[in-house]
Nanobody, 113 residues
Framework: QVQLVESGGGLVQAGGSLKLSCAASGFIFSTAAMAWYRQAPGKQRELVASITSFGSANYADSVKGRFTISRDDVLKRLYLQMNSLKPDDTAVYYC???????RGQGTQVTVSS
């Protein structure tokens, strides 16, 4: 079955960096557009970044210039490099197949001020 397993979250100080990873299985990863979402307590889920099967990326305005989404089709992994982190980036981050309800269990990112 389809599985998406995130890792790499944690606690970091403002200005720091984290790299999230998502291991995918159960579908043809190389042909799938993928995305990272996040949800903070009391807030709606937000699309952070997406990447097509050809590697074309899009970002939310709130993370442009700070986050980079990438993929490794051989390893079947999706990544999110997060730099210059801010307290407002604190959320649970989810890996997902783009434009679908399929997502992982999430990984917590906490940015302290």
């Amino acid at each position: 079955q389809v599985q998406l397993v995130e890792s790499g979250g944690g606690l970091v100080q403002a200005g720091g960096s984290l790299k999230l990873s998502c291991a995918a299985s159960g579908f043809i990863f190389s042909t799938a557009a993928m995305a990272w979402y996040r949800q903070a307590p009391g807030k709606q889920r937000e699309l952070v970044a997406s990447i097509t099967s050809f590697g074309s990326a899009n970002y939310a305005d709130s993370v442009k210039g700070r986050f980079t989404i990438s993929r490794d089709d051989v390893l079947k992994r999706l990544y999110l490099q997060m730099n210059s982190l801010k307290p407002d980036d604190t959320a649970v981050y989810y890996c997902a197949i783009a434009r679908s309800s399929t997502r992982g269990q999430g990984t917590q990112v906490t940015v302290s001020s």
